[in-house]
């Protein structure tokens, strides 16, 4: 049964989604939910299982067993309602080369069943949207990659689909096209459409998408925010730095099973212990006006180590990871205090692709199963 746009609040479900191919499990148990009307980013390695999960999701191929809801309805019941909500942008172009870009969009208009009427109005408004409308009479072998790319978004939503699949929509274009890109996808979203997004560029991902998947080997190794993987990451690098450390790690150990994390002596103990072994985060602040007693009283702080600075002006500094923000916030009221300016600031804080890597690469995998 389908439940109704306004009322949805998953635009997909799936429960225990399987694919094999003979002996081989490309996709195992997939559990994933996906928001209504989200950008939803889907990441892996490559051969991690990501199009054979789109592959089952747009009813391409059959899955071998689990279940997949989407748009309201049951891919392995109902496949013909889940085509007609759905829109597709594949890994590799699939238009006919032979063929105008018009008379491409106009075969999947047709395909889908859009009135002449509508389909003159749309075709028209997609690709002026798409900014393709210039080039809609050439025929697609004599296109660029670029171009080809705009006219499959617009067949892909020549039937107003609710939900977007886009495989890799960026791969191999210039930077000035895939911001277009990412625009419309942006202003796609806007209007109600949920986005699925499966992408290898960690930039794209976290510009766009609300929620993202990582997949690795079948499985799904992750499923949050981008700012929630990247702060999950510096808990577990923490967590492996007090493994590393037997003293620390047994403290931790005794302050859980104690059940009380305001347990004064123990936690003075970790405390005491974590002053001959703290990790910390590098920061670097570039400015104006930044002098050597500004570098001395810095270099005062009890949260901050091995200050530098550096000939080009920059101050580098180590700060106590488990007292971070004070610490940034105590070296620019030092800064400021001293009449300098801040023109900007880092920290070497993880971003999504170290968490890409962290989930997917073996040696990183191996670290965290001794971590645990
Ligand atoms: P990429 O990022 O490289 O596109 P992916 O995550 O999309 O990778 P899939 O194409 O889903 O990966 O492939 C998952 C695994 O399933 C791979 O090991 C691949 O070789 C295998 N596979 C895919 N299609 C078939 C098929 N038709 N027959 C046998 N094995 C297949």
Request: proline letters at 3%; hydrophobic letters at 35%; aromatic letters at 6%.
């Amino acid at each position: 049964m389908c439940v109704t746009g306004e009322i949805m609040k998953y635009a997909i479900e799936t429960n225990k989604l399987t694919k094999k191919y003979g002996n081989f499990l490309a996709v195992d148990e997939l559990d994933m939910k996906v928001k209504n009307k989200s950008i939803f980013g889907f990441l892996g390695p490559n051969g991690a299982g990501k199009t054979t999960s789109i592959k089952m999701l747009t009813c391409l191929i059959k899955a071998t067993s689990g279940k997949g809801i989407v748009a309201g309805y049951d891919i392995s019941k109902n496949p013909n309602e889940v085509r007609e909500k759905i829109g597709m942008v594949p890994q590799l172009v699939s238009l006919y080369s032979d063929l105008t870009a018009r008379e491409n969009v106009e075969l999947c208009a047709d395909y889908y069943g859009v009135t002449k009427e509508d389909k003159e109005d749309r075709m028209d408004d997609l690709m002026e949207l798409v900014d393709i409308k210039y080039a809609e009479n050439k025929l697609v072998k004599q296109m660029s990659g670029g171009q080809k790319q705009k006219v499959s978004v617009v067949a892909s939503l020549i039937h107003r689909p609710d939900i977007l699949f886009l495989d890799e929509p960026t791969i191999g274009l210039d930077p000035t096209t895939k911001m277009v890109l990412w625009d419309l996808i942006q202003e796609l979203n806007d209007e109600g459409h949920t986005i699925i997004l499966c992408s290898h560029d960690m930039y794209e991902v976290e510009k766009l998408c609300e929620n993202i998947a990582i997949m690795n080997q079948g499985k799904l190794v992750a499923y949050n925010t981008p700012q929630n993987l990247k702060d999950n990451l510096i808990i577990e690098k923490e967590k492996l730095f007090i493994k590393e450390n037997p003293v620390l790690a047994d403290l931790q150990n005794e302050i859980m099973d104690s059940n009380n994390v305001n347990d004064f002596k123990l936690n003075n103990d970790l405390k005491k212990e974590l002053d001959t072994y703290i990790p910390t985060t590098q920061l670097s602040v570039m400015g104006e006006n930044l002098t050597d007693e500004t570098v001395e009283e810095i270099k005062g702080l009890t949260n901050v180590y091995s200050t530098k600075f550096n000939h080009d002006g920059r101050i580098t500094m180590d700060l106590d990871q488990f007292s971070n923000k004070n610490g940034i916030n105590e070296v620019i009221k030092i800064i400021l205090k001293n009449n300098g300016v801040v023109t900007s600031i880092s920290t070497n804080d993880p971003s999504l692709e170290d968490v890409f890597v962290n989930l997917t690469s073996k040696k990183y995998n191996k670290l965290d199963e001794e971590a645990k």
